[in-house]
């Protein structure tokens, strides 16, 4: 197997993706127009960006992915090794924690309080399980589910790099939920009271474990990679 280089887009698809980013842009600002107040802080633009990067690297594996046409076992298995991926992050990430007991509030919807992406989230505190339903994060875990079901039944490719995605989620596992859930009213103090650093590490963390997954070099591959940058 050999790493497939991505070649440049041609027009249809460059037009399409600026149509795409300019919809996002103008959401973000009727967010800000309505809700905010354009903000002065650089780290808080940047805190906005990261969920679109989620997404938008989520809806770019979508459209440039096709299922192979392989013997039915084969997809049980690779659905059944996705599945379980899935649960892992979404246990790891906080999309999933244990219950609460007597202390639960049941279904809450988190919606202009924080950024689009980190909202609208579908809360769940319930006695035995606790469910927070952050989009950018359970797109991003599906996609990365998906991913691992391509490599699972793609018995050329390297499923030991899935492993990778458990990292996208760990750093920043508390900062998101904790915002979500403490009831944050404000983009302003939406941002003062998570760590930046988390969120831009977690999110280049997901795009190289995405590429990981989609391109999948082998030792060989990484070999010859290594060596092309010696000679320079």
């Known amino acids: 197997m050999s790493i497939r280089y991505a070649r440049l887009p041609d027009r249809e698809t460059a037009v399409y993706w600026a149509a ?15 809700v905010t107040g354009f903000p002065s802080s650089l780290e808080f633009l940047v805190l906005v960006a990261v969920p679109w990067v989620w997404l938008n690297v989520s809806w770019w594996v979508y459209r440039n992915s096709s299922l192979p046409d392989v013997p039915l076992r ?34 809450r919807v988190v919606t202009y309080q924080v950024p689009p992406g980190f909202g609208p989230a579908l809360l769940y505190s319930g006695e035995r399980v606790v469910v927070n339903l952050v989009p950018y994060q359970a797109v991003g875990y599906l996609t990365l589910a998906g991913l691992v079901y391509l490599t699972a039944v793609d018995m050329a490719g390297s499923a030991a790099a899935g492993v990778v995605g458990l990292f996208s989620c760990v750093s920043c596992t508390f900062p998101v939920i904790a915002a979500v859930v403490s009831g944050v009213t404000g983009g302003a103090t939406f941002a003062a009271s998570v760590g930046q650093g988390a969120y831009e590490l977690s999110t280049v963390v997901f795009v190289a474990t995405v590429a990981l997954l989609r391109w999948r070099p082998d030792v060989g591959d990484l070999a010859r990679l290594r060596a092309a940058l010696n000679r320079r």
């Open 20 to 34: 795409v980013v300019n919809a996002e842009l103008l959401v973000v600002l009727l967010y800000f127009g309505v």
């Open 74 to 107: 084969r997809r049980a298995a690779g659905t059944v090794v996705a599945v379980g991926y899935f649960l892992v992050l979404a246990w790891a990430g906080g999309l999933v924690a244990p219950g609460i007991g007597d202390l639960a509030t049941g279904f």
